[in-house]
């Protein structure tokens, strides 16, 4: 089977917003603040592939926040587009906090480095020099990606389990073919941007052995197990079931 690396867009299953639902929605927005999403301040586009399995590569679009300044979020999606799809989540933080993570944690956290500084990872629209200030951060940053929808696979709606993400963390990874597409698609060069950035400098203390999946492959399982019980309730309060 070849390698698949494309993020396959499907129509989501069941009915059209129905007018109804559009006006209730509109409603809300104009009374509730949706404090967490306005926090947003960036759209950074990367690639992705599956923990376990480096021919599966994704286009991702994170829309981002910061937490603080050594801590920022992502909502990930397939695609830039009003219908995207919400496929993920990531989490970046600086190598000095890394670094305090348990070993055990590590590996399923990987590095920036390569992405920003062979050009692959970018911000759409986004001046050259502006990008560029912002990116020299991230260079030094490590990430912690969960995807739960497997949109290369053609999934219509979010199936099976999350699956831990890696980046790319040297050439040759990446499909030429899924390179040129984005390429094209956002009239970037990311040979060019190779060059423009290759001032930057990556983590203080390099790669972590530990991270990027510790150079081996990493894969959510599903195992039963005794569910705890809740502790039991005080005898005035009535044991109810749902």
Known sequence: MDPIHANVVKDVPGEKTKIGTSIVDTAAATIQSFGP???????LCAFHFYADD??????????????NDEVRQCLIY????ADARLIGVEYLVTEELFLTL?????????????????????LPG??????????EKVAKTYGKTIHFWQVDRGDELPLGLPQVMMALTRDGQLYPN????VESKYGVSFQKEREN??????????IHPKANAAGVGLKTVLREIDCKPSSDPPPSVP????
């Open 37 to 43: 999403t306005k926090q947003i301040h960036q759209h």
């Open 54 to 67: 480096m021919t599966r590569q994704v286009e991702a679009h994170h829309y981002c926040g910061h937490l």
């Open 78 to 81: 397939d695609r830039p587009d």
């Open 102 to 122: 348990p070993d055990e944690e590590k590996p399923l956290w990987h590095s920036h480095e390569y992405e920003v500084k062979s050009g692959v990872l970018f």
């Open 126 to 135: 986004v001046p050259g020099p502006v990008e560029r200030k912002d990116l």
């Open 178 to 181: 899924l390179a040129k597409d």
């Open 197 to 206: 950035r290759a001032y930057m400098e990556g983590l203080a203390h390099g």
């Open 239 to 242: 044991r109810v079931f749902v």
